[in-house]
């Protein structure tokens, strides 16, 4: 009798946790907000594909789901979060990448490129620089030897 009433508690415990202990819905978005977001991504895929400048104004959405909707339309455009188009985040990375190699290589700093122009040439210079800033990836002298000498100590 004992191992009954023991189950049932345990049962009852089971389906009362998710109730009591999360009693507030998920925070998900609604119908509304779906069909906004994927209204927006839509029109920034046809907008990008058909040349046309970005354009976030709508009268069909208010309110938070407006703000749904150019997120869609921004997301479907190709505009990235930080403000960068899909041509400026390539000379980025771009920049990013030959300003890491040059680092590595011990070569200084070279902002010129035959590549980029205009915007993206600001862009791809401050992903250059920005990468000089960083550490280097190679390691030291020191730091190897370290490694060897902890590495000889804890041997077994």
Known sequence: MLKIAMKIVL??????TPVLIAPVAAQ???????????A???????DRNQNKP?????????????????RGYE??????????NDAQQRAYQA????GVNDRNQNKPLNLTTDNWHGQNLKVYQRGSRVSRSQRPLARTNRSVRSVR???QRFAV
């Open 11 to 16: 049962a009852l415990a089971v389906c009362a």
């Open 28 to 38: 998900a978005q609604n119908d509304a907000q779906q069909r906004a977001y994927q």
């Open 40 to 46: 927006g991504y839509q029109n920034g895929v046809n």
């Open 54 to 70: 970005l354009n976030l104004t709508t009268d069909n959405w208010h309110g938070q789901n407006l703000t749904v909707y150019q």
């Open 75 to 84: 997301d479907g455009y190709g505009k990235r979060r930080n403000g960068q």
């Open 95 to 98: 920049g990013h990448q030959n």
């Open 149 to 151: 000498a902890l590495s």
